[in-house]
């Protein structure tokens, strides 16, 4: 191992001038590295590729492109893992940083993307441009195509989060950042980001409950793979969690040797902002975010004795992440309003649903409604129903607390369960590309029926005229704009899948920043 990693390190650190290859042609080798649904099934069936190959194929692929593990201390990365809030809690920290420290570059890793794979790598808040994306990702892709020698267990070419987790260190280092916010793609101990020697701090976000009945492990378990990020001499920063999990996290902050285990206390002057992002969950992330920026500022001997100067509350209010609990105003079409969160667990569906019926959002405060409509879609058509149930049930529940006249089971006028696939011809936007869903279901839509299917069971009064099974993102957004014709305006929520809101916010031409 040694021997080949002083090989790979002997070449000259990506020195090849700057591609004529485009954007386009960046993402269609990008998703050359998909895993496709046959591929999954085969993984799923023999229990998975042992991850404990993980870290050192990374640590060999970052070889590869000219990079010791060490040359990564220079990102000075925040490194933030959990099962729900990692992304939100990032876009606090990020925009904290750039408010508090705005001559600071700073970069931000997250995964995964709404419309465009360049949003994962920012700097300074702005997605990489796609000259930008396309100089880095072929640099790094070149480099790999021309090194073939490989340890035994290791693949030619890195899988596609691996990949793109390689293209941001190499953004961040060829751009000199002062400061990383490194989001965890999945686990911890085994993830691809988890190869940063000494990160400044870490940070771990609330332990999903549900996510221990969809992986089938055990809580312990779970908080195992997240304090995997602990590393020795490093601040490790938590929220409050269930007692299992935080004895496992305490625990691995003793056998990893951080510096310290804190779990954050609550800021009291937290909950008189108003954050950039909504919903009641935000408020602990927020509250996370501020610890990290604090334990980030103090490893710099920049920290002062108030906790929320003017800098950081300014960074609250503006912090901003697409697709989570967020309302865009149709540009084209003022009678419809689009609510969209990519909530996909039954946690963050109980938060959409929390933040969604509720006054001046899925509520008219004028008591004026036109039609309001759910498209959804999840992986599994099975799993779905469950989802569905949870998103009945606390309907129900908002609806009964904030008194209201209306039931949970007539609160949407229309459902439409659509595939992921952008546009009416079958095909998906580039960046939008999914190969995990096999064929044959797509062509029968076979999840959407289940969906469908549950739906009416669970609302036997519910119009089996109103329930549509659609095979595009696009067939989903003309009928939206048809009901606001027929009614006169449009609340539609969009729910279930990231991949999905991105969809609709490509169809529909949601016009914002991201």
């Not at 009641?280 to 710099?300: K, T, Y």
């Not at 108030?306 to 967020?326: I, M, S």
């Not at 129903?385 to 949407?412: C, G, M, P, V, W």
Request: some cysteine; overall charge neutral.
């Amino acid at each position: 191992m040694r021997a080949i990693s002083r090989l790979f390190w002997s070449y000259p650190r990506l020195a090849r001038p700057m591609s004529t290859r485009t954007y386009r042609d960046a993402v269609d080798s990008l998703n050359s590295l998909q895993t496709n649904a046959a591929a999954l099934e085969i993984v799923r069936a023999s229990g998975g590729r042992s991850s404990a190959f993980a870290i050192p194929e990374m640590i060999e692929y970052l070889g590869v492109i000219g990079y010791r593990p060490a040359d990564l201390n220079a990102l000075n990365a925040i490194h933030i893992t959990g099962t729900k809030g990692k992304g939100s809690t990032s876009a606090f920290t990020d925009s904290i940083l750039r408010e508090t420290h705005p001559e600071w570059t700073t970069g931000l890793y997250t995964s995964p993307h709404l419309v465009a794979v360049r949003e994962r790598i920012r700097i300074n808040g702005k997605p990489l441009s796609e000259e930008v994306f396309a100089k880095y990702f072929f640099e790094v892709w070149d480099r790999i195509n021309e090194n073939k020698t490989r340890l035994e267990t290791t693949p030619d070419k890195p899988g596609y989060f691996r990949f793109m987790t390689l293209v941001a260190f190499h953004t961040f280092l060829s751009l000199k950042v002062d400061v990383t916010i490194l989001e965890v793609g999945v686990g911890g101990t085994h993830d691809s980001t988890n190869i940063v020697p000494r990160p400044v701090v870490t940070g771990i976000t609330a332990l999903g409950i549900d996510h221990v009945n969809v992986l089938g492990k055990t809580l312990a378990e779970i908080a195992w793979q997240k304090g995997g990020i602990f590393k020795e001499g490093v601040p490790a920063l938590t929220v409050n969690q269930p007692l299992e999990g935080l004895d496992v996290l305490r625990q691995q902050a003793k056998d990893l040797k951080s510096s310290e285990f804190t779990v954050v206390s609550v800021i009291p002057r937290l909950s008189e902002i108003k954050l950039g992002l909504a919903g009641v969950h935000q408020v602990q992330n927020a509250n996370l975010a501020v610890h990290l920026v604090r334990s980030f500022l103090h490893s710099r001997g920049s920290i002062s004795d108030e906790v929320l100067t003017d800098g950081f509350v300014r960074g609250l209010e503006n912090a901003r992440w697409p697709g989570r609990c967020q309302t865009v105003q149709d540009p084209a079409f003022s009678n419809t309003t689009w609510y969209l969160d990519g909530a996909h667990t039954l946690e963050s569906l109980e938060c959409c649903i929390q933040w969604f019926v509720s006054p001046g959002v899925g509520l008219p405060e004028d008591g004026k409604q036109g039609t309001r409509v759910l498209i959804f879609n999840c992986t599994s058509g099975r799993s779905g129903a469950t989802f569905l149930e949870s998103i009945h049930t606390h309907t129900a529940k908002r609806l009964e607390l904030l008194n209201s006249d209306e039931t949970a089971s007539s609160f949407f006028n229309h459902v439409i369960f659509c595939t992921n696939v952008t546009y009416a011809d079958g095909n998906f936007k580039g960046d939008l590309t999914t190969l995990a869903i096999p064929e044959a279901d797509l062509a029968r839509l076979k999840t959407q029926h289940q969906l469908s299917e549950a739906w009416s069971a669970l609302i036997p009064t519910f119009p089996a005229a109103n329930i549509h099974v659609l095979p595009s993102i696009e067939h989903s957004v003309k009928l939206v704009r048809q009901l606001e014709s027929d009614s006169g305006s449009a609340t539609v929520l969009v729910a279930g899948s990231l991949h999905l809101v991105g969809g609709v916010i490509e169809v529909a031409d949601l016009s914002f920043s991201l």
